[in-house]
């Protein structure tokens, strides 16, 4: 056997520690930064103390945190989230000291449910544990010498125990229950095969490997331990900050965690946190999976994933399909009510779209992005001015309204154009497009526009289709920008149709059209305004040209 | 013992009240508190981010950093307090996708008390608030304030232990009265502003001449002078009045009655599209 122990009396070791803790227990660490957080769900206290160590605790949505361990449950407004909260409100005011100090007198209310007391036990033990800890010096556990306790030499054991006087607390309870204890401090321990340990063995800082017996517990605290094939542990392992591999061997009691407080048993000799780390991961993959089952039933309109599974691409299809000619019909509404209300508009707006949609397109872009600094300025303008006031009262939702007026209408224009040509390129597919007749070019230009969305929808029926589907829609989103950006700036340089930039014909041409209606194409015209106001040729009547 | 300060009580009492209600309200509101000790810091950048509700920035007195009180709709915001031993974020960051707008919605506050003595060079920057700021006290290497549609007041209510080679004061759509300049202790103060009422107090301790650039697009700008202080105002504008009274014109500025003798100079170059500029001569 390798080991150099001492070892000593439980009452004596008892005697050391009590003797150690009294002075220490009244320096409390110095309380570098605090934050009490009080919401509906959660009531925590953040502490940071000089040597960068933290300590968090925090009632949390049913669920008592310690240093983000849950050690326990609670209900919200219960008398431990009550006595918890006005803890907080005491800390609330207080800094460094004080609050130090106020922290480590705080002893939970004894009217407590047993439960609840545990728990608020739990909270006192970890305050007092964190703020009677001195600080780590830095020199100190940084120092690697090692300290071996030989013999009954007492003032190196209480040197040694000194050193690591922060695990003091972890010692209290690693001894309680234990008659008989050989003690390590800050050295390596081995047990070899064959030999026997009578009583429990305690190593503060060290590794352990046994491969003999022990007869007793086994605590380490701050180091690892090893339990060999050949080796056995007749009582329990206590670990504080300490790793247990178990490469075999035999333990008849239990693992306890001490640094947490609570109770583990492992079967398979893994460490504990790593069995608890690979137990939170599975819980977290879980509820993930859960989520993402959850949205992924949501956005397949319900209806799950049993036998309609095959059939959800086609669902998809119909359904896009079904939203974009919805809004092809609706848009068609609109383009009927301008056509029956205020033709003239729409031909002198689709006029200027047809002859200068470059220049419109830069007008409607800049238009837009001169929207919203117009709107704000606007109501700046109105508002500091009494009278303006009442203006502004109409300002705020009719702009809005005027702009999306504006866009709609120019789309429309547009979409009669499109309609206009389809109509005549003679595609098979075009032939319903009667050019006559405005509401047919309409309704032909939405669905000439939109057919890029419409195609990308149908692609949801093809598998493995996202790209193309991706490329459709982006297409469908070039073609749905220009036209809008055309539109938007036809109307504003027609001043929504009311000054036309073109006109759709010389009077006399349409005098000769109309006296001819044989005539194939139409010459649009000049640019000069003529003498007289014309009448929305486009969209009453076809317009044909003189090829004579 | 140290003194408690009425501020700390009353949130005391809030804390306590909300905490000990915690269904009471259907919004989720969080009070947090959060403070540091301070610890040896000799120059900080310290940068402060609030969006909406009533603001407060004032010294400390307390051996303190920082001492910060929030109250927040956790749904929507998330508390910020990063210090790295250099640079300190407080505020908040905006975490929800809704941010609740009308009555009653956005009540909510911070609370900030900075260290006194702490050379800083400090960022603060909100949005929608109620901010009523004392840099009193605070030592302060640099000065970078924006605020968006607010209600503010800046007040210098002590003279700065440092020098500010160049302060920035950049105000959007607000009420935004200034106090105290003088105290501010800077070489050069930068005010751009947008839209609404600006009011600056030209008063305090100047430690030198000075300049001041007013960049203001609409609205109406109110200066209040000190009797004694020498000013000359150079004015480029388009359609601006100006209310030069006790200002006389000579060459392309205006200049004070006293400029020639004055201790401490302050030279004015505003730049205005439209509104108004009043020029107000206080004792």
Redesign the interface.
Known sequence: MHMRSHKTALTGLTLIAAFLAAPLGAQER??????????????SLEL?F?DQERLDIALRDGSVYIDDQVVGAYQ??DDL??AF??L???A??L??G?LADMLVAWTPPDDLPADRKALADSIDSSLERALTRPAQDAAATSETRSIRVEGSNDSRLLGALLSQAGRLGFLEEALSGLDDVQIHVQEDVTVDEGETVEGALLVVGGDVSIAGVVTGDVVVVDGTLELEETGEIQGDVRLADARFDRAGGSLRGEIRDLSEEEGTTVTNGRDVREMRDQIRSEIRDELRSELRNELRGRNDFSLGSGILNPFRGLFRAIGGLLENVVTIFLLGLVGMGIIAFAPRNLDAVAETARRAPGRAATVGLAGTFLLLPVYV?GM??LA?SIVGIPVLIAWIPLFPLAAVAAGILGYVAVARNVGEWLSDSGYRYTDWIRRSNAVYTVFGGLLGLGLFFLVAEALHVVPFSGFFRGIFAFAGFVVTFAAVMVGFGSVLLTRAGRRPEFYPMDPEEAWRQAVDPELDDMDVGTEDPPDTATSGAGTDGAAKEDES | ??T?TLL??A??GV??V???A??A?AQ??????????L?GESQLDVEVNYGAGRFTVRPND???LYDMELRYD?DVFE?V?D?DGRRLELGVDNVGHNIHVGKGKSQGEMNLSLARGVPMDLTLEFGAVRAQLDLGGLALTDLDLSTGASESTLDVSELNSRRIRSASLEVG?ADFTARHLGNLNADHIDVDAG?GKVSLWLNGEWQRDATVSIDMG??KLELRIPEGLGIRLTKDSFLTSLDSEGLVKRGDSYYSLDWDEATRKVSIDLDAAFGTVDVIWVR
């Open positions: 110095t309380v570098l930064s605090k934050a009490v957080s009080v919401g509906r769900s959660e009531a940071e000089q919200a407004g989230d009550a909260r006005a907080l409100g005491q609330v005011a800094d460094d004080e300025l700046v303008a500091i | 013992m140290r408690r700390t009580s949130a005391c804390v306590a909300l905490g000990l915690p269904a309200s989720s509101w969080r009070t947090v508190t959060m403070s540091r000790q610890s307390e051996g303190l956790e508390p307090a210090f759509a839209v609409l609205g």
